[in-house]
């Protein structure tokens, strides 16, 4: 009785199968929808660009967006480099996190809070793309498109109430957009000081945490609770225009930016040597800081004096009072010829306190070489006083990209007056019909500057500051810049010639406290000069 029980199941299961793959066959061939259309094919060409990124979504950012250029190179580098990388990465994050953990975790009574395995795993993140932007500022902006599914493996062990626990992350999915800014550019390796970080958009961040060798990732809810707080913490703290600020190098000492004033006042020369046929000298004393390209401050000259009085006093800018010495030199003016020098001096402005006057009696040597015999001659004395003051923390010069304000004038400047910086960038298009060796020429009240000389280059860069001191708002007054070209060959008819100039007008500046544009030169084809202009008060 039961196998013939057993032949009738099979039997009648054969039948349902059978049965039910005909009906099934019946009405998937008779019972189609009538209003079904054949798809319409067009080529790529015609479709739009969300259709195109809905159709290819790991279509490279530089397909997608002509702003973005393609970094194949990098991704190279990266993956050559990844196992060195990975390496060096883990150990600085292990480094920085270990004492940070260490000063945390008592305070949630935890024992202790170790890293068992860390490493970002075999596989390098990818650029997908990189758009960089060029500003009239001294900074450097690029957006690159990262995206990341690498096989990281991190293993902590936590100790707390005599209990051990494990928690691996795993499977770490990381895509972002985020922008990068070095600013602002120095003339000191790594050539920027600062490295600003923020984020375009929300990142995309996926990972697997296990804890126990079980996927907490996997408990209904918790996955979606966690990738949201992370996109909103990290987009609270770093989504565009927040920043994360990384300090490379102190950019006043990178850029030599001005960090006190020096006021040297010649009060007089004792003793001085003979130099004219009649008798006696005709002295003036030049002052000059080492280190720096401002040209030196003079006294007037005294006709026939040995025991010469001036009380003349002077400012200059410091910008690293270290190494930085004032050099002190007296003159024998001569109406045809040659000056002659009657003797010189150094102070190094190490030696002198800060915010106290010092009044120095120094001999005139013939140089500053101290085995030199000929300095054991006796060629008379000048008297100075000099004071230095440094500016105060709150009036250190910054960056204007950094604070967006302008900085102070030095402590000395003028009441109701105020210092005029100018910064001489660049020219593009200048070009001269004999020779191009392009430098700048500054004329301000009557008070002129020089930019170093490139030589043959129709585009050249000087990034030079000069600063001139001003008893009032310099409201009517303009500034005269003027690009030239000299040959440097001899005997040539045309041995200067002007490359073309600008008269900016001052009254802007003084309003508007700060300028930084690329002004077009007058008698030049298409010629351009990038001038930078602040004016400081106290």
């Keep these: 009785m039961g196998f013939v029980s057993m ?9 349902g199968i059978s049965s039910g793959l005909v009906a099934g066959y019946f009405l998937f061939i008779y019972f189609q929808p009538s209003d079904v259309k054949n798809p319409t094919i067009r080529p790529l060409v015609e479709q739009d660009s969300k259709t195109l990124q809905q159709l290819l979504p790991e279509i490279p950012f530089w397909v997608k967006n002509p702003d973005y250029d ?9 993956e ?3 196992p060195y990388l990975d390496k060096a990465i883990c150990k600085t994050a292990k480094n920085i996190a270990t004492p940070i953990i260490s000063e945390q975790i008592p305070k949630y009574k935890i024992e202790s809070l170790e890293f068992e395995a860390l490493t970002l795993g075999a596989l390098p993140p990818t650029f997908q793309g990189m758009k960089v932007y ?5 900074e450097l902006i690029m957006e690159p498109a990262l995206k990341w599914a690498g096989n990281p493996n991190v293993t902590v062990a936590v100790k707390a109430y005599g209990l051990k626990a ?3 992350v795993v499977d770490l999915q990381v895509f972002a957009l985020p922008r990068i ?8 390796f790594p050539c920027f000081a600062n490295i600003f970080v923020s984020l375009m958009e929300k990142p995309h961040v996926d990972f697997g945490l296990k804890l126990g060798g079980a996927d907490l990732m996997s408990i209904p809810g918790l996955y979606g609770f966690v990738q949201e707080t992370i996109k909103d913490q990290v987009a609270n703290m770093y989504l565009w225009p927040k920043t994360l600020e990384v300090q490379v190098l102190d950019p006043t000492k990178a850029m030599k930016k001005p960090v006190g004033i020096l006021h040297a006042k010649v009060v007089r020369a004792l003793k ?6 009649l008798g006696a000298s005709d002295p003036y004393v030049k002052l000059k800081l080492t280190e720096t390209k401002a040209p030196s401050k003079k006294t007037t000259v005294k006709h026939k004096n040995l025991n010469p009085e001036w009380n003349e006093e002077f400012s200059m800018v410091v910008k690293d009072p270290e190494t930085q010495a004032l050099e002190l030199l007296v003159y024998d003016w001569e109406q045809v010829g040659k000056h002659e020098k009657m003797g010189m001096n150094v102070v190094p402005l190490k030696d002198l306190p800060p915010d106290e006057s010092k009044t120095l009696t120094l001999p005139l040597l013939k140089n500053m070489d101290p085995n030199d015999v000929q300095n054991d001659k006796v060629r008379g004395q000048i008297e100075v006083e000099l004071t230095y003051k440094p500016f105060k923390d709150e009036d250190l010069p910054k960056d204007f990209e950094e604070t967006g304000e302008v900085q102070k004038a030095p402590e000395g400047t003028p009441p109701g007056g105020g210092a005029l910086v100018v910064t001489v960038h660049e020219a593009q298009d200048v070009e001269g019909k004999h020779h191009t060796n392009p430098y700048v020429r500054i004329i301000c009240k009557g008070e002129e500057r020089k930019t170093k000389q490139v030589k043959k280059n129709r585009d050249p860069r000087w990034d030079e500051v000069f600063t001139f001191m001003m008893e009032e708002p310099p409201l009517k007054d303009k500034l005269h810049v003027e690009v030239l070209s000299t040959s440097t060959r001899i005997g040539l008819l045309h041995p200067k010639e002007t490359l073309g100039y600008v008269d900016i007008s001052l009254a802007d500046v003084v309003s508007n406290k700060r300028i930084n544009e690329k002004f077009h030169l007058i008698d030049s084809k298409n010629g351009r000069i990038q001038i930078e202009l602040q004016w400081q008060t106290s």
């Design 7 to 15: 032949i009738m199941g099979f039997c009648g299961f054969g039948v």
């Design 70 to 78: 393609r970094v194949d190179w990098l991704n190279k580098f990266l």
């Design 80 to 82: 050559v480099m990844w």
């Design 134 to 138: 060029l500003t009239e500022e001294k």
């Design 166 to 168: 494990t928690v691996q």
């Design 181 to 188: 800014t070095l600013k602002p550019l120095v003339p000191s």
């Design 272 to 277: 001085l040597k003979k130099k004219d046929l």
